[in-house]
């Protein structure tokens, strides 16, 4: 088969190069960290930052299909690249993701509830916003954030402050902080021949803004919010007109569903399926950019997904030997850094998954 080209070597990147390589695809990746985790497994690595356009260039030469493991690549670099190489997921998936006011106004004009948003060009906005908004309210930087980074609370003017420095720091949205019972997330795919696939709803809970544990199911889903949820992701995979997985970040509140954020890629809630269906969001990806048809997904056991954050990644494999029932994933990271994701571990046997993912020193 034909070569894939990874724009970004990170986790997700690795383990969408583990899924090409298993299915017999050549793998290049283009990440500035020598080694990076998805090079290491690779079949070739190149080493540029991802703003170099020529870098990104010569990726997509070497390579049939490309794709990306995040949603800051650089627009008109990949346009340029779609000469060279297919990029099945096209550009508008990118263009409307990576940017949350598009993103929420897409989900909007499509009829699927989000929080109340309003766009904070620059802090002298900021009151305006509130205006219309209300508190508690969450600031976010429009672009580049990730685990929870440029965001700010604002929970009464005694926050304003700090919303207007973030703002003058970054074009910025301002949204209704929502009530919620639980975070959920749904993966989304379409095969090569348009069928909608999508992948089991899952409850995440987060720490400190990060995800901390996946359990798929999500326990005591209601047949409704079942139904919510499918229909909503089929209306997004079709309105994108979707290749490659999409992750639906959800809120489940007293009114029903509310649509979150959504990620066009593998989603870190998704670790789960690697080893709980009967193949993963990883597979569904590298299916779908190759235009292949795609089997029903099933979810064949019950899991949990435990992040490895910093320190937890040495803990974990110090006890490692006593728990059998592990699906250990090191991502291969050269420098351990707190709160950095450096591996994961999924557990599907046992009468308490939530409490066999627990290390030590966990509260
Ligand atoms: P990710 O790593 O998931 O990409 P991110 O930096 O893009 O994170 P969000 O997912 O927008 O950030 O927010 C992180 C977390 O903060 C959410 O999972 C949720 O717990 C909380 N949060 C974000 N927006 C809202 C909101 N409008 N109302 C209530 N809670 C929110
Ligand atoms: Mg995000
Ligand atoms: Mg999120």
Same mark, same amino acid.
């Given at each position: 088969?034909?070569?894939?080209?990874?724009?970004?070597?990170?986790?997700?990147?690795?383990?969408?190069?583990?899924?090409?390589?298993?299915?017999?695809?050549?793998?290049?990746?283009?990440?500035?960290?020598?080694?990076?985790?998805?090079?290491?497994?690779?079949?070739?690595?190149?080493?540029?930052?991802?703003?170099?356009?020529?870098?990104?260039?010569?990726?997509?030469?070497?390579?049939?299909?490309?794709?990306?493991?995040?949603?800051?690549?650089?627009?008109?670099?990949?346009?340029?690249?779609?000469?060279?190489?297919?990029?099945?997921?096209?550009?508008?998936?990118?263009?409307?993701?990576?940017?949350?006011?598009?993103?929420?106004?897409?989900? %909007?004009?499509?009829?699927?509830?989000?929080?109340?948003?309003?766009?904070?060009?620059?802090?002298?906005?900021?009151?305006?916003?509130?205006?219309?908004?209300?508190?508690?309210?969450?600031?976010?930087?429009?672009?580049?954030?990730?685990?929870?980074?440029?965001?700010?609370?604002?929970?009464?003017?005694?926050?304003?402050?700090?919303?207007?420095?973030?703002?003058?720091?970054?074009?910025?949205?301002?949204?209704? %902080?929502?009530?919620?019972?639980?975070?959920?997330?749904?993966?989304?795919?379409?095969?090569?021949?348009?069928?909608?696939?999508?992948?089991?709803?899952?409850?995440?809970?987060?720490?400190?803004?990060?995800?901390?544990?996946?359990?798929?199911?999500?326990?005591?889903?209601?047949?409704?919010?079942?139904?919510?949820?499918?229909?909503?992701?089929?209306?997004?995979?079709?309105?994108?007109?979707? %290749?490659?997985?999409?992750?639906?970040?959800?809120?489940?509140?007293?009114?029903?569903?509310?649509?979150?954020?959504?990620?066009?890629?593998?989603?870190?809630?998704?670790?789960?399926?690697?080893?709980?269906?009967?193949?993963?969001?990883?597979?569904?990806?590298?299916?779908?950019?190759?235009?292949?048809?795609?089997?029903?997904?099933?979810?064949?056991?019950?899991?949990?997904?435990?992040?490895?954050?910093?320190?937890?990644?040495?803990?974990?494999?110090?006890?490692?030997?006593?728990?059998?029932?592990?699906?250990?994933?090191?991502?291969?990271?050269?420098?351990?850094?707190?709160? %950095?994701?450096?591996?994961?571990?999924?557990?599907?046997?046992?009468?308490?998954?939530?409490?066999?993912?627990?290390?030590?020193?966990?509260?």
């Amino acid at each position: 088969p034909a070569t894939i080209g990874i724009v970004g070597g990170g986790q997700l990147g690795r383990m969408l190069a583990q899924s090409a390589k298993q299915m017999g695809y050549t793998v290049g990746v283009l990440d500035p960290t020598p080694q990076a985790p998805a090079g290491q497994v690779a079949d070739f690595q190149i080493q540029a930052e991802y703003e170099d356009v020529d870098a990104l260039m010569q990726l997509a030469k070497r390579s049939d299909v490309l794709t990306y493991e995040f949603e800051n690549v650089d627009l008109e670099a990949l346009t340029q690249a779609k000469q060279y190489a297919a990029l099945p997921q096209g550009t508008e998936l990118l263009r409307i993701t990576r940017q949350r006011i598009t993103e929420k106004t897409f989900l %909007r004009d499509h009829g699927i509830p989000t929080a109340n948003f309003a766009a904070v060009p620059d802090a002298q906005s900021l009151n305006q916003a509130i205006a219309k908004v209300g508190y508690p309210a969450i600031l976010k930087t429009t672009t580049g954030g990730y685990d929870g980074h440029g965001q700010q609370d604002l929970n009464s003017p005694a926050d304003l402050p700090a919303g207007e420095a973030l703002a003058s720091k970054a074009p910025c949205i301002l949204e209704q %902080r929502k009530t919620f019972s639980r975070e959920l997330s749904v993966m989304v795919t379409q095969d090569g021949n348009d069928q909608v696939r999508i992948f089991p709803v899952v409850e995440n809970r987060h720490a400190n803004h990060i995800l901390h544990t996946t359990i798929a199911p999500a326990p005591n889903l209601s047949a409704e919010l079942q139904t919510q949820i499918d229909q909503l992701a089929t209306t997004i995979a079709k309105a994108l007109n979707l %290749r490659g997985v999409l992750g639906i970040e959800l809120f489940e509140t007293a009114e029903g569903i509310v649509v979150n954020e959504l990620a066009p890629r593998p989603h870190n809630s998704g670790h789960y399926s690697i080893e709980a269906c009967n193949f993963s969001q990883f597979d569904a990806h590298i299916l779908s950019i190759c235009n292949l048809p795609i089997a029903p997904i099933k979810l064949q056991t019950p899991a949990v997904m435990r992040n490895l954050l910093g320190d937890d990644l040495t803990k974990a494999r110090a006890a490692w030997s006593k728990h059998p029932e592990w699906h250990f994933h090191d991502y291969g990271k050269a420098e351990i850094r707190p709160a %950095r994701k450096m591996g994961h571990i999924t557990v599907c046997e046992g009468s308490d998954l939530l409490k066999a993912v627990q290390l030590e020193g966990d509260k």
